[in-house]
């Protein structure tokens, strides 16, 4: 059981030396992901303001190529009926002509419109484009800062990991299960009894309970705070 004390211990000790040096980073690597996805979402912005506009370009040349075409067809039955030699004829080419008309009242309409919502539509394009490019230097100088903490603590870091690897390897299950449950809540698991008082929350540990942790011969659990309490011998001899 001794053993396992001192791995328990140990893990803390990894997992604290990890904790810190994943603190240097901040809130970096969060803000980085997050630019990246912003990014992301404007580029695409910007993709859909294009294809909006082409599509808007597209159906506006289309509906004053219709609008022409109906002008000429409406000259054109003006001068059909003035050969018309009856009333229902003259009528048909006037409905016809007004059909004309109002197709061409309607897209104009629509044009007016195209125009108006391809104007808010380069207006938000310009806007994405300029939130672009800051973001694109914004997001360079945090890389950058990033790049650095990483390459200031990624080879320490992976020493402690590989070491924690290992470590796991000789903690059982249900240990391990209550370290981590404990960790969750309380951010350090395993807390060496020092003045007589759990080095966790500076509770004072009752003096039998005291000599009991001092045999290291099985888990106790400080009944203030919950953690595991290993005596200073284990702290004494346990180190990275």
Partial sequence: M????????????LDT????????????????????????????????????????????????????????KIDKYKGQQLEVTNNKEYDALTREMETAESTIASHEAQIEQTVERAEELKTSKTEFEARHEELVKE??????????????TNEEEKTYETQREELLKDILERDLVLYGRIREAKGKAVAPIRRES????????????????????????CEHCGRILVSEEIAQDTSI
């Fill in 17 to 72: 030396e990890l904790d810190e040096l994943r603190e240097l980073r901040g809130d970096l690597p969060e803000t980085v992901n997050t630019m990246e996805e912003e990014l992301k979402m404007v580029e695409q912005r910007i993709e859909e303001c294009d294809e909006a506009l082409k599509k808007g370009a597209v159906e506006r040349s289309q509906m004053e190529k219709e609008s022409l075409e109906l002008i000429a």
């Fill in 139 to 152: 997001l360079e100088v945090k890389r950058e800062e990033l790049k650095e903490i990483l390459a200031a």
């Fill in 2 to 13: 001794k053993s396992t004390l001192q791995s328990l211990y140990l893990l803390q000790l």
């Fill in 198 to 221: 759990c080095s966790g929350c500076y509770n004072i540990v009752p003096p039998q309970m005291i000599l009991e942790v001092k045999k290291n011969d099985r888990l106790f659990i």
